[in-house]
């Protein structure tokens, strides 16, 4: 039994009278790949959000090594410093370059020399192949690109937890690949990941867990084999029969 | 054509009289253009800056309170010095302040005035534009910088007012030269700047259009150099369109980045050259 990182405890989140996610459970032990499936509008983004604190849950607990991050004990920002996120529409500094983006936070959030944010900064560039462009403004950068460059930048301020929020959904079809094999190469690295994705090879090939979520409550989940080879409610039967189809 | 001759050849002969004190308007007027633009400038970012702060339902009661009462102060001054004219604050301060508290308190020095009052309405307008500079950021790269942990002030310095800060420098433009043409109500104070030269020439030498060519053309002059330098400064800012590549392997150098210094003494030995 590997070590436990984050537990979601009873978390509900209301935006008004519209309740996006009731009462959800669940738990990301050290080196999980969690992927999160499940229709448009179901809530699976805003449970990202929510485990990142962008949204404040409206109840439940959110235990990260046993402390309640929804609580005042901690400030998020600390929180938010170990559990990195990576955006559907990548969110880079677009005042920066490539390289300045991977660095800003180390050296203002974590207090690193240049030096050591650089050199760290280099390594996970190099990671996602993106060391060449260093000198680039976001702007300048394929989608594809972009998306590397986000996913070193969460990488260099070494977090705890990963999440991919659609991370390919704003993509064109053929700069997919080259983000989705980014985060497959991490996966096998043993990086603890939580992906809201579209991508069903990916939830059933790289992840271990897999949560399918209907209309803000967790439907069913379990392992990809269980998910894709049996899935036991007629909700997750449905919602995969339509990808097989397609 | 007569008349444009005639005008032309009173231009050159006030000029040869006046110029120096032409020139000396020019220069009081350009000086509080720019001074009060850059103090107004200042205010503008810090009104703009502080009704930015945010404030969620879950700060406490305390903060909530001084937040709102800072809101409620700087809109208040933005209403207050965008809704009058000038001119009339400029009565109200030098004027004014004398009478209402029985001279206790009176600017001596026409500077002083001249450069609050341009700033302190430079300021009221900026405050505005900044907070529409500061929104106007998408939303994601708010974000994105508290996602890896930055607090708002660190975003704010670091990610969002250097972007803001590109968006609204049409807007700086505007107000310098706004401020140009503006700073001649301050003869209503006796501030003597380039419009007051020319009331001045006027009366004394009754060439009053000539006079008045040369004011415009003076002015236009003033403008367009600082159109001009805000457009250089834009393209500072943007950047470069392009980018270098950065090579992983120093020893794999692109095409044409190597030359040889010295023809190899022996052609047949090419490798010894490259070493």
Do not use: I, M, R
């Given at each position: 039994m590997s070590e436990t990182i984050l537990e979601i405890k009873h978390l509900s989140k209301n935006f008004g009278n519209h309740e996006v996610l009731k009462d959800i459970d669940f738990t990301v032990n050290k080196g999980d790949v969690t992927t999160v499936i499940g229709a448009s509008g179901s809530g699976k983004s805003t449970l990202l959000r929510c485990i990142n604190l962008l949204e404040i849950p409206t109840s439940g607990s959110i235990i990260f090594h046993g402390q309640d991050v929804t609580g005042r004990g901690i400030k998020p920002s600390v929180y938010r410093s170990k559990v990195g996120m990576v955006f559907q529409s990548f969110n880079l500094f677009s005042n920066m370059t490539v390289l300045k983006n991977c660095m800003i936070g180390q050296i203002k959030v974590l207090k690193r020399s240049p030096a050591d944010a650089h050199r760290n900064a280099m390594k996970y560039l190099d990671k996602v192949g993106m060391s060449e462009y260093i000198k680039a403004l976001p702007r300048q950068l394929s989608g594809g690109q972009k998306q590397r460059v986000a996913i070193a930048r969460a990488l260099a301020m070494e977090p705890e937890v990963l999440l991919f929020d659609e991370p390919t959904s704003a993509l064109d079809p053929e700069m997919v690949g080259e983000v989705l094999d980014v985060m497959d190469k991490l996966a096998h690295e043993g990086t603890t990941m939580i992906v809201v994705t579209h991508e069903m090879a990916f939830a059933r090939d790289v992840s271990n867990h897999v949560v399918y979520m209907n209309s803000g409550v967790i439907c069913e989940h379990g392992t990809p084999g269980e998910i894709?080879?049996?899935?036991?409610k007629k909700e997750t039967q449905d919602f995969l029969s339509r990808f097989r189809k397609g | 054509m007569n008349v444009f001759s005639k005008l032309g050849s009173d231009m050159v002969a006030l000029w040869a009289k006046y110029g120096s004190v032409y020139l000396g308007g020019i220069g009081r007027t350009l000086g509080l253009a720019i001074i009060a633009t850059f103090i107004g400038c200042l205010i503008g970012f810090l009104c703009g800056i502080l009704t930015t702060i945010p404030c969620a339902k879950t700060d406490n009661a305390v903060k909530k309170f001084f937040l709102g009462l800072l809101r409620v102060i700087i809109r208040i001054y933005v209403e207050v010095f965008r809704g009058t004219p000038m001119i009339l604050q400029a009565v109200f301060i030098f004027y004014g302040l004398p009478y209402f508290t029985s001279n206790a308190f009176k600017f001596t020095n026409l500077w002083a005035v001249a450069i609050t009052v341009v700033s302190v309405n430079t300021g009221a307008y900026m405050a505005e534009s900044v907070r529409g500079g500061i929104i106007s950021v998408d939303p994601g790269q708010n974000e994105g910088a508290m996602a890896i942990g930055m607090t708002h002030w660190q975003t704010m310095i670091n990610v969002i007012l250097p972007q803001a800060f590109r968006n609204i420098i049409p807007q700086i433009g505007n107000n310098y030269i706004i401020n140009v043409k503006d700073t001649s109500v301050m003869f209503i104070i006796g501030f003597s700047d380039f419009f007051a030269v020319h009331k001045g020439v006027a009366g004394a030498t009754y060439l009053y259009f000539p006079s008045a060519t040369i004011e415009m053309v003076g002015y236009l002059t003033l403008t367009l150099v600082a159109s001009f330098l805000l457009r250089l400064l834009e393209k500072k800012i943007e950047g470069k369109s392009n980018y270098e590549l950065v090579q992983?392997?120093?020893?794999?150098?692109?095409?044409?980045n190597y030359t040889l210094k010295d023809k190899p003494k022996n052609p047949n030995k090419d490798e010894e050259g490259l070493k």
């Open positions: 894709f080879g049996h899935p036991q | 992983k392997d120093a020893l794999t150098p692109t095409a044409g």
